[in-house]
């Protein structure tokens, strides 16, 4: 016999981002719960809707199992006399525990005999359980931000009007007593806003599937799958209508499911001459302003949209009519200022950024572009000579847009505009492309620029901003990160990482950023580990790379990104091979070794050494360089780290028959230095010593 419970929490309307996580804390922390309540086979179910979050559990016991404590004290040396009489030690633990002393039982310990109480607890009802648990576990809830009311006494994510906590076998007939934030909890909810805004009691539902049926008679689809479903089924159906299919928008549709209790779709039209405004204004127009799904027919923006309403209909026309006059409105707003703009060139709208202040303590913008231009120059003469016109001349026109009239009505679409204007100018593919992409990648899971250009000048914008904002007092602190540099610093590793670019090195490119913003060594040395620390989270979390290994191959050499994520995955494919432990534990002897004995002394020379186990390690040494270096040169590290691995066996030898530091001074010089060739030949590579058994990467202590 088996029980369930329902939890239905009604608040004021929850922001859309925040349902999804929510239903996750609360799937697991009741998951939690049960398993420290030792109540096995039960499944937890959370649902939520823009007003109410729901929590069902099946397959509960009515009562807790009863259990068995033990409760252990004094030694039982020490509770009884040798004649086997009580001590006061003995009494006051029975009299502690509530018990006769006769009833105290002598147990074996890990440290021998112990006098102990062992009772039987009875129970607790599972109402009882859940009535105690529920307010904190909710209450638990975390969200990014929270609202305050009733005096500031409470705080969650919405202010909450009605509690349902039900308990019953196939019925939930039980209410499950508590208060949250202040609310009795009941058997009564309300239903649809709109439809049905009337009381509801629920008491007596048959389980989980009774609410929901209750509920959707009230207007109110509770499981977010289905609205999900309900939703994808009207959109197909009104774009197949008129001949449409919705331009894909997962995200949007995603939303749109957290955003309404009973979703319903309204579709509208738009005037045929907005649709020769620029695809990207319409799209933002309708999608980031409105939220209305785009509509397309044979590959272009059809002249209709579909608009979602938390209501299953709309009879008057009411949603239609609204959405299309908000839309007609923002696109004739941007078909003046489309029209304005186009009476100049990008380049001659580019002339107004020395009046938009890049920050306060750097300059303009037109300041910026400058420095751009010769860091993105630069970076094109490293890479492809025939790029470097194409490049200064993206570079050039970059961020002409901001002082466009588009760009100012909808900030969104900086650089897009950009690149709309400079096709519409003339300007070549590689270049309109490069500063559409330029704000490419958005996150880690964006796409990147499309070409060599917009990699350059991607790359090279935001080593600009990095370096100058960083010569401004403003590195990131903590949680601080007003500027969003750590996100401008990982995209410039993704760029390096999966960009068509033959090569980047990052400490050459940050340090002329840095030069061209007059700072001096200090600052390129906090650019630089600012960016390897963004290049690590990259290894672990997109190249999907341990921390260890992470840091074994960021502790070596590190700047290229491309070879650093070969050199990772190679490593992460090796390391479980037998051999690598050993391996790694001789590595971190040799840098320990070196790290301790210093800068080298000059005049050290091989034929000094006479131990046979120096000179295997010796020739051992001579064979695999230039073998290792060739692997390293056609980028076959995983090769190269296997022919490493035949320097194990010299290592361990080496480290047994020979005493480094040894008072000959030329032969502990001699010895050093053939540490030090085997140091760098592993660092070609990777640091090993970070996969050694307490590895500490580098030597360091």
Same mark, same amino acid.
């Given at each position: 016999?088996?029980?369930?419970?329902?939890?239905?929490?009604?608040?004021?309307?929850?922001?859309?981002?925040?349902?999804?996580?929510?239903?996750?804390?609360?799937?697991?922390?009741?998951?939690?719960?049960?398993?420290?309540?030792?109540?096995?086979?039960?499944?937890?179910?959370?649902?939520?809707?823009?007003?109410?979050?729901?929590?069902?559990?099946?397959?509960?016991?009515?009562?807790?199992?009863?259990?068995?404590?033990? @409760? !252990?004290?004094?030694?039982?040396?020490?509770?009884?006399?040798?004649?086997?009489?009580?001590?006061?030690?003995?009494?006051?633990?029975?009299?502690?525990?509530?018990?006769? /002393?006769?009833?105290?039982?002598?147990?074996?310990? $890990?440290?021998?005999?112990?006098?102990?109480? !062992?009772?039987?607890?009875?129970?607790?009802?599972?109402?009882?359980?859940?009535?105690?648990? #529920?307010?904190?576990?909710?209450?638990?809830?975390?969200?990014?931000?929270?609202?305050?009311?009733?005096?500031?006494?409470?705080?969650?994510?919405?202010?909450?009007?009605?509690?349902?906590?039900?308990?019953?076998?196939?019925?939930?007939?039980?209410? @499950?007593?508590?208060?949250?934030?202040?609310?009795?909890?009941?058997?009564?909810?309300?239903?649809?806003?709109?439809?049905?805004?009337?009381?509801?009691?629920?008491?007596?539902?048959?389980?989980?599937?009774?609410?929901?049926?209750?509920?959707?008679?009230?207007?109110?689809? #509770?499981?977010?799958?289905?609205?999900?479903?309900?939703?994808?089924?009207? *959109?197909?159906?009104?774009?197949?209508? /008129?001949?449409?299919?919705?331009?894909?928008?997962?995200?949007?549709?995603?939303?749109?499911?957290?955003?309404?209790?009973?979703?319903?779709?309204?579709?509208?039209?738009?005037?045929?001459?907005?649709?020769?405004?620029?695809?990207?204004?319409?799209? !933002?127009?309708?999608?980031?302003?409105?939220?209305?799904?785009?509509?397309?027919?044979?590959?272009?923006?059809?002249?209709?949209?579909?608009?979602?309403?938390?209501?299953?209909?709309?009879?008057?026309?009411?949603?239609?009519?609204?959405?299309?006059?908000?839309?007609?409105?923002?696109?004739?707003?941007?078909?003046?200022?489309?029209?304005?703009?186009?009476?100049?060139?990008?380049?001659?709208?580019?002339?107004?950024?020395?009046?938009?202040?890049?920050?306060?303590?750097?300059?303009?913008?037109?300041?910026?572009?400058?420095?751009? @231009?010769?860091?993105? %120059?630069?970076?094109?003469?490293?890479?492809?000579?025939?790029?470097?016109?194409?490049?200064?001349?993206?570079?050039?026109?970059?961020?002409?847009?901001?002082? !466009?009239?588009?760009?100012?009505?909808?900030?969104?679409?900086?650089?897009?505009?950009?690149?709309?204007?400079?096709?519409?100018?003339?300007?070549?593919?590689?270049?309109?492309?490069?500063?559409?992409?330029?704000?490419?990648?958005?996150?880690?899971?964006?796409? *990147?620029?499309?070409?060599?250009?917009?990699? *350059?000048?991607?790359?090279?914008?935001?080593?600009?901003?990095?370096?100058?904002?960083?010569?401004?007092? %403003?590195?990131?602190?903590?949680?601080?990160? $007003?500027?969003?540099?750590?996100?401008?610093?990982?995209?410039? /590793?993704? *760029?390096?990482?999966?960009?068509?670019?033959?090569?980047?090195?990052?400490?050459?490119?940050?340090?002329?950023? /840095?030069?061209?913003?007059?700072?001096?060594?200090?600052?390129?040395?906090?650019?630089?580990?600012?960016?390897?620390?963004?290049?690590?989270?990259?290894? #672990?979390?997109?190249?999907?790379?341990?921390?260890?290994?992470?840091?074994?191959?960021?502790?070596?050499?590190?700047?290229?990104? @491309?070879?650093?994520?070969?050199?990772?995955?190679?490593? %992460?494919?090796?390391?479980? %091979?037998?051999?690598?432990?050993?391996?790694?534990?001789?590595?971190?002897?040799?840098?320990?070794?070196?790290?301790?004995?210093?800068?080298?002394?000059?005049?050290?020379?091989?034929?000094?050494?006479?131990?046979?186990?120096?000179?295997?390690?010796?020739?051992?040494?001579?064979?695999?360089?230039?073998?290792?270096?060739?692997?390293?040169?056609?980028?076959?590290?995983?090769?190269?780290?296997?022919?490493?691995?035949?320097?194990?066996?010299?290592?361990?030898?080496?480290?047994?028959?020979?005493?480094?530091?040894?008072?000959?001074?030329?032969?502990?010089?001699?010895?050093?230095?053939?540490?030090?060739?085997?140091?760098?030949?592993?660092?070609?590579?990777?640091?090993?010593?970070?996969?050694?058994?307490?590895?500490?990467?580098?030597?360091?202590?």
């Amino acid at each position: 016999m088996s029980y369930q419970f329902l939890l239905e929490v009604l608040c004021e309307e929850i922001p859309a981002n925040a349902l999804a996580p929510a239903r996750q804390q609360l799937a697991e922390r009741f998951a939690a719960l049960l398993a420290e309540a030792g109540i096995e086979g039960a499944t937890v179910r959370a649902l939520s809707t823009v007003r109410r979050l729901v929590v069902h559990l099946a397959g509960l016991p009515q009562r807790l199992p009863d259990r068995v404590e033990t @409760v !252990t004290g004094p030694p039982a040396r020490v509770a009884f006399a040798p004649d086997g009489s009580p001590t006061q030690a003995a009494l006051g633990f029975a009299r502690g525990q509530g018990v006769e /002393v006769g009833e105290l039982r002598v147990l074996a310990g $890990p440290k021998g005999a112990v006098v102990a109480v !062992t009772r039987t607890i009875e129970g607790r009802s599972t109402v009882a359980l859940l009535a105690d648990a #529920v307010p904190g576990l909710v209450a638990s809830l975390h969200f990014p931000k929270t609202m305050r009311w009733g005096g500031g006494e409470h705080t969650f994510v919405r202010p909450v009007h009605r509690v349902v906590a039900l308990f019953g076998e196939t019925r939930l007939d039980t209410a @499950v007593p508590f208060q949250l934030f202040g609310v009795a909890s009941g058997t009564t909810t309300l239903g649809h806003r709109v439809v049905a805004p009337q009381e509801l009691d629920v008491r007596g539902v048959a389980g989980l599937e009774g609410y929901l049926a209750r509920l959707a008679e009230a207007g109110v689809i #509770v499981d977010q799958e289905v609205r999900r479903a309900r939703l994808a089924a009207a *959109i197909e159906a009104l774009a197949a209508e /008129v001949g449409c299919q919705v331009r894909p928008d997962a995200a949007l549709v995603a939303e749109h499911v957290e955003l309404v209790e009973y979703p319903g779709v309204a579709r509208g039209g738009l005037a045929e001459r907005f649709l020769a405004l620029p695809e990207e204004v319409l799209v !933002t127009t309708l999608r980031h302003h409105q939220k209305c799904l785009v509509l397309e027919r044979e590959g272009r923006v059809a002249p209709f949209f579909l608009a979602v309403a938390d209501r299953p209909d709309d009879p008057e026309g009411h949603v239609v009519r609204g959405n299309e006059w908000v839309a007609g409105a923002r696109l004739a707003d941007a078909e003046f200022f489309f029209q304005q703009d186009r009476r100049k060139s990008l380049a001659d709208h580019g002339a107004g950024l020395d009046r938009l202040v890049f920050h306060q303590k750097v300059g303009s913008f037109a300041q910026k572009t400058e420095a751009v @231009v010769q860091l993105a %120059e630069s970076l094109a003469r490293q890479q492809e000579e025939g790029r470097v016109e194409s490049v200064r001349r993206a570079a050039r026109l970059a961020k002409a847009d901001l002082v !466009t009239a588009m760009v100012g009505e909808f900030p969104e679409l900086q650089g897009i505009v950009g690149g709309i204007y400079a096709q519409l100018d003339g300007e070549s593919e590689a270049v309109w492309q490069a500063i559409a992409d330029q704000y490419r990648p958005a996150g880690l899971e964006g796409p *990147i620029p499309r070409g060599v250009v917009g990699a *350059i000048l991607g790359v090279a914008d935001r080593l600009d901003t990095l370096a100058a904002l960083f010569a401004a007092g %403003e590195v990131p602190t903590g949680s601080k990160d $007003p500027f969003a540099l750590r996100r401008a610093a990982l995209a410039v /590793v993704k *760029i390096c990482a999966e960009a068509p670019l033959p090569r980047v090195a990052l400490q050459d490119a940050a340090a002329a950023a /840095v030069a061209l913003r007059a700072g001096d060594g200090e600052l390129v040395h906090t650019l630089l580990e600012f960016l390897r620390e963004r290049e690590h989270y990259y290894l #672990v979390t997109v190249a999907g790379v341990s921390t260890d290994v992470a840091a074994a191959v960021l502790g070596a050499r590190w700047g290229v990104v @491309v070879e650093d994520v070969a050199r990772a995955r190679a490593l %992460e494919g090796v390391r479980e %091979e037998p051999i690598f432990a050993d391996l790694a534990q001789a590595f971190k002897r040799v840098r320990h070794m070196v790290a301790k004995a210093g800068a080298p002394v000059g005049g050290a020379r091989r034929r000094s050494l006479v131990e046979p186990a120096e000179l295997s390690l010796a020739e051992a040494l001579g064979t695999l360089e230039k073998q290792v270096a060739g692997e390293v040169a056609a980028g076959r590290y995983g090769e190269a780290l296997r022919l490493l691995a035949g320097m194990a066996a010299p290592l361990d030898r080496f480290f047994t028959d020979v005493l480094v530091l040894c008072e000959d001074e030329e032969l502990r010089q001699a010895r050093l230095s053939l540490l030090r060739e085997v140091e760098a030949l592993f660092l070609g590579i990777a640091d090993l010593s970070c996969l050694a058994a307490g590895g500490d990467c580098g030597g360091r202590a």
